[in-house]
Structures are given as structure tokens and as C-alpha cells.
Nanobody
Framework: QVQLVESGGGLVQFGGSLRLSCATSGFTFSSARMRWYRQAPGKEREWVASIFSTAGDTGYADSVKGRFTISRDPTKRTVYLQMNGLKPEDTAVYYC???????????WGQGTQVTVSS
């Protein structure tokens, strides 16, 4: 059974930091592309950051570049999103996403709420 479980969300003040975690099971983590998305109230879900498998290449949306860092720990099957310099516009539900190349399948977590107060 595939599971992606996000944690680490919460309420933080403007300029603060949070680290989100996404613990996974049930698919080939080592070769999966992992992504974070977010969805603010009344808006469409948007891509935030990606990390690829063996090379660890990363990519970021312009809105978070320089403030957020995505990383992965294969030994824990976990992907992280370190968020620094948080702004009210970062308020959203953050979702973990996996693309399993071995099966051509996509998986989502249930999301974790991040709220940034001004």
C-alpha cells in the first residue's frame, strides 16, 4: 500500500521557518521523482519544488527560489521542504507528490497546513 504522510505544518510568523516532512512507503522511493505542491484558499494547486532520484537535481518555483530547500533521505524514505523567510502568501496546504518511474504511477499525500501571519 502506497502512503505519503506529510507533517511539520503549523502557524508561523512572517519571516519564520518551518520544515515539512513527507514519509513514504509502498513504492520505489530511490528512483521516484518527489515534488511539493501547495494550494491556497480559492486558488489552484501549484508546484513548489522537485527533487530527482540519483543525481539529486532540484528545481523551484520562482516564488520560493532562494527561500525553500527540498531534500531527500533515501535511508528514511523521506523528503523534506525547508522553508525560510516565510511570507503570508506562502499560506497554503502543502502536498507531497511522488512519480514512480518504475510503474508510471503518481501518488499524493493528504496535505499539511502552513499558515503565515503578518
Amino acid at each position: 500500500q502506497v502512503q505519503l504522510v506529510e507533517s511539520g505544518g503549523g502557524l508561523v510568523q512572517f519571516g519564520g521557518s518551518l520544515r515539512l516532512s513527507c514519509a513514504t512507503s509502498g513504492f520505489t522511493f530511490s528512483s521516484a521523482r518527489m515534488r511539493w505542491y501547495r494550494q491556497a484558499p480559492g486558488k489552484e494547486r501549484e508546484w513548489v519544488a522537485s527533487i530527482f532520484s540519483t543525481a539529486g537535481d532540484t528545481g523551484y518555483a520562482d516564488s520560493v527560489k532562494g527561500r525553500f530547500t527540498i531534500s531527500r533521505d533515501p535511508t528514511k524514505r523521506t523528503v523534506y521542504l525547508q522553508m525560510n523567510g516565510l511570507k503570508p502568501e506562502d499560506t497554503a496546504v502543502y502536498y507531497c507528490n511522488a512519480w514512480d518511474y518504475s510503474k508510471g504511477a503518481e501518488y499524493w499525500g493528504q496535505g499539511t497546513q502552513v499558515t503565515v501571519s503578518s
